[in-house]
């Protein structure tokens, strides 16, 4: 048994995976085969798959750039959701434009892990979810699992909330947060079963929303007409003069909204709604290609609309004081004067705030217009954040049940607190809440970034794919400080609570959360290639001799054949 595990893993028939007869595997890992995939092929977000056309004779053709469109697009929609948003609009009022270097380079580093998400789900035919599910032991898979789910929760709560608050702008008030809670859960429910009426035109309804959000901004950028130069500025110069603790905790906060963990597991799922034939070397290889610079296209246009955000309240309200915006609502005629009081404290922001605020200064069409965009991401964020949540289950727990059933049960996980936030807490007072659970998705970024890096780095699971040197070695540092970044953001949210009892409950729960993160970097680590970390007992992980191959104890060994 033991001889065919070490043995060299080679091409295998595979059965039918999502109505889709395949023949050989150019990659050693199968799908989960089971009597009832077989028997009633199995899907979730694709009923079908989109062929690519045959191009042989060009190296880059804008048809397969085409057919392979779309997954990345939803992919960048987490970095468009309401919590995005509410970070871009305090950034731009905390700091003016000179925090958007940060912006930019968290969204390269965010393309650079979606990359590896996407090769993932590409060279293996299995998205992270699965490919954890068959790689850690019990206790640590459900551990993973629901430290994902919380993630997905937390992300889903400002989604559904964002929702809600634009209702609640549209309506002037007329429509509360409990039941603008309650219509986005309807209309999420109409809007994710329109993959029915065909894969593509599910993802044209996903890009005319980010179409919606990009006018409706780029609207309130061409109002305020920021000025160009500073813009440029604080692009392209890493420096924050003049800045302190407040805008480097906003700093901490762009890179926490930008990189979501769910975000990893949703990516590495879509890509496999592409007609490929993982059996050959080169169309694997030119997949990957094309995914890349469709990635790469939509993060280009999602960080074109969150500078949009940043820019207006950059240009338009920093360093304004509440008494000036109180004067200026007044001379409006808002009915939202009482949220700004008559005193000269910095005015603070989100996302309900900076329509009023709009609205005050630029009148009642800002605001709408406003309005329509956050509800335009809430939306569209809500919808992929389901995808996520059914993908996390199936794949961590190989749930097997209808459709609609997945789909109630992982939106009820996720809209039931949200729900109970809505009734309990009024639209004026959502920061706290939002404070909340960032830091509670930043806890979640290194249960993602560690599974990624080490399963691309194992060619066990990438075959010639596999992670080089260059990128473990820059993949282990990006993910080091982008995991060290957000911890900086838990520890000063944990600091400002002023509570002793608080404060030996974090402590109680820093020590369990710390030796979880050290046993998925310790495997890590030795995924990498650092051998001397491994102590010699593990024969279930063991990743001593042959480290790619005992990794692999959960698979399937028919994928396995004897040297």
């Known amino acids: 048994m033991k001889a065919e595990q070490e043995g060299d893993l080679l091409e295998e028939d595979s059965p039918q995976e999502n109505g889709v007869i395949q023949t050989t595997q150019y990659s050693s890992i199968s799908p989960p085969a089971s009597p009832v995939a077989q028997e009633e092929p199995f899907s979730t977000y694709f009923e079908e798959k989109v062929p690519i056309p045959e191009d042989v004779t060009q190296i880059f053709s804008f048809r397969k750039l085409w057919a392979f469109t779309g997954p990345g697009f939803l992919m960048s929609i987490a970095y468009l959701d309401p919590g995005n948003i509410e970070s871009d609009l305090q950034s731009g009022a905390k700091a003016g434009f000179k925090l958007l270097w940060v912006l930019l380079a968290a969204t390269i580093i965010g393309l650079l892990l979606q990359r590896l998400a996407a090769r993932l789900g590409v060279v293996t035919g299995m998205h992270l979810a699965e490919v954890c599910n068959r790689q850690y032991p019990t206790v640590p898979r459900i551990i993973l699992w629901l430290m994902v789910e919380l993630a997905i929760i937390g992300s889903d709560m400002q989604e559904v909330i964002g929702c809600a608050i634009a209702f609640n702008l549209l309506s002037v008030g007329r429509i509360p947060l409990w039941a603008g809670v309650l219509i986005t859960i309807v209309d999420t429910f109409m809007f994710l079963f329109l993959d029915k009426y065909g894969l593509r035109k599910l993802e044209a309804f996903f890009g005319i929303l980010i179409t919606i959000m990009a006018v409706s901004f780029g609207y309130e950028y061409v109002l305020v007409k920021p000025n160009q130069g500073d813009l440029l500025k604080g692009m392209f110069i890493p420096y924050c003069e003049g800045c302190g603790s407040m805008q480097l905790e906003q700093a901490v906060g762009i890179v926490g909204a930008v990189i979501m963990p769910h975000n990893i597991y949703l990516h590495s799922a879509l890509v496999k ?291």
């Open 273 to 563: 709604s592409r007609q490929i034939d993982r059996s050959d070397k080169k169309e694997v290889k030119e997949a990957n290609k094309y995914y890349f610079i469709e990635s790469t296209i939509a993060l280009f246009i999602s960080f074109l609309i969150n500078v949009f955000v940043v820019a207006v309240f950059a240009e338009a309200f920093y360093d304004k004081k509440n008494i000036q915006v109180n004067a200026m609502c007044n001379a409006s005629g808002s009915a939202h004067t009482e949220l700004f009081p008559l005193n000269n404290d910095t005015l603070e922001v989100d996302i309900y705030k900076g329509g009023v605020v709009l609205g005050c200064f630029f009148g009642p069409a800002a605001l709408y217009i406003w309005a329509i965009g956050i509800l335009a991401a809430g939306q569209s964020s809500t919808m992929t954040g389901t995808y996520s949540g059914q993908f996390v289950m199936e794949g961590f727990l190989n749930l097997r049940w209808s459709r609609f059933a997945r789909v109630l049960l992982t939106r009820s996980i996720a809209i039931t607190p949200t729900l109970l936030v809505a009734i309990f807490q009024d639209v004026q007072h959502l920061t706290g809440m939002n404070d909340f659970l960032n830091v509670l998705q930043s806890m979640q970024l290194p249960f993602a970034l560690i599974p990624i890096l080490t399963f691309t780095s194992l060619t066990s699971i990438m075959n010639d794919f596999a992670n080089g040197l260059v990128w473990k070695i820059s993949g282990g540092i990006v993910i080091l400080v982008v995991c060290a970044i957000n911890m900086y953001f838990v520890v000063v949210y944990v600091t400002a609570l002023n509570s002793v009892l608080l404060y030996v409950l974090a402590a109680l729960f820093s020590i369990a959360y710390l030796c979880f993160v050290g046993y998925l970097a310790w495997q890590c680590l030795i995924a990498l290639g650092v051998s001397c970390l491994d102590f010699g007992g593990r024969v279930r992980l063991g990743l001593s001799g042959h480290t790619d191959i005992f990794l692999l104890n959960d698979m399937d060994t028919n994928s396995l054949v004897e040297r």
